[in-house]
């Protein structure tokens, strides 16, 4: 069985929004998880924010476009269209550390379409997939760091052979893969609870962040991981963190090179690796 029950969570304020299951993967397209559009700030049709963001949304797509056309890496950009306030509009893409550029290129082609019917008129939008997270604002959103809103997503199937173990084992390892992702944006972390399980976890922010900025992302949605699960996520507008007990990511992604060191005045020390972690 495939499903399991999802729900948004806001940190700031009490909105629980159910959605009754997950949604199942058709073989080509995006998985869509959901979206967010505060309503408040809505924009007149034809007006000059509407065609703003109509540019800032091809600049976006052509950017993933273009790195998966040089099968460059891409996977994040940010773009502005308009020269000033309140009608310029701000955006930005991330996608998941291990999807490829082509993926990645038809998640935000998707989300590109998709944003705009699922959120009509407004100014502020986000959409999250498995594959990529794309936003805009009519103010910047830029090396700003958003906890708010958050999606919960739960994996309510399966049985876990030792729970306290899992327990153990899930704290230490995703304590591990945020520190490491501070660093580098994105991380894979795993380690065996039982002979016979084992827990994947990953990690991401959006590289416009600090190091800092990324730690304080992942460590306010940590502490509200369904831990009793054999799996879950958080999605926020800049960091995602995900577990299971089944490989889900493509562990076959060769690393890329490593990034500039991050000080140990930004950072606390990274604790050392252990048998399983790797990252990119
Ligand atoms: C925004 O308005 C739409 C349509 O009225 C509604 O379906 C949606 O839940 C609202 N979103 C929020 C965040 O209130
Ligand atoms: C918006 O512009 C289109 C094309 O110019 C026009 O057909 C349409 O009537 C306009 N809509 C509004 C609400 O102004
Ligand atoms: C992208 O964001 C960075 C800050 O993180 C900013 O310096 C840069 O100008 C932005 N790029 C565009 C195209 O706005
Ligand atoms: C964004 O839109 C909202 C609602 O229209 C407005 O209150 C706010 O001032 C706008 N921000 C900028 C930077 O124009
Ligand atoms: C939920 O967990 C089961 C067992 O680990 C796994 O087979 C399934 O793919 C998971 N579902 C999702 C949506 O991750
Ligand atoms: C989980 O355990 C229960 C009770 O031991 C059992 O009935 C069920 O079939 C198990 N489910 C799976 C997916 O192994
Ligand atoms: C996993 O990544 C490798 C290396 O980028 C790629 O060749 C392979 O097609 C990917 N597999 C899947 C299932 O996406």
């Not at 505060?38 to 600049?59: D, M, V």
């Not at 273009?66 to 009608?87: L, S, Y």
Request: proline share 8%; hydrophobic share 40%.
């Amino acid at each position: 069985m495939k499903s399991c029950f999802a729900f948004s969570v806001s940190l700031s304020f009490l909105l629980l929004i159910l959605l009754s299951v997950y949604p199942q993967r058709s073989e080509s397209a995006p998985l869509y998880l959901w979206h967010y559009c505060p309503n408040a700030t809505l924009f007149a049709i034809n007006s000059t924010y509407q065609s703003n963001l109509n540019a800032l949304l091809s600049s976006l797509s052509s950017s993933a476009a273009a790195a998966a056309a040089t099968n460059n890496a891409g996977g994040f950009a940010n773009a502005t269209a308009g020269q000033n306030p309140p009608d310029k509009a701000y955006g930005l893409f991330l996608c998941r550390g291990d999807v490829s550029a082509t993926t990645c290129s038809d998640c935000v082609t998707t989300g590109k379409k998709d944003i705009l019917q699922r959120c009509p008129n407004q100014r502020v939008s986000a959409i999250w997939y498995e594959e990529c997270l794309l936003r805009y604002s009519n103010q910047s959103i830029f090396s700003v760091v958003e906890e708010v809103p958050a999606l919960l997503l739960r994996n309510i199937t399966g049985n876990i052979t030792d729970p306290a173990k899992l327990v153990q084992v899930f704290g230490n390892t995703i304590k591990d893969v945020a520190w490491r992702a501070s660093g580098k944006t994105f991380a894979i972390a795993t380690a065996d609870v039982t002979t016979l399980e084992r827990l994947y976890t990953m990690a991401q922010c959006t590289p416009d962040l600090t190091p800092w900025d990324c730690n304080t992302c992942l460590r306010s949605v940590i502490p509200l991981l369904p831990e009793g699960h054999v799996g879950g996520m958080m999605c926020t507008p800049s960091c995602i963190v995900r577990f299971a007990l089944h490989l889900f990511y493509n562990a076959s992604v060769v690393p890329g090179p490593l990034p500039p060191p991050v000080t140990s005045a930004e950072l606390a020390p990274v604790p050392p690796p252990h048998e399983g972690i790797w990252e990119m």
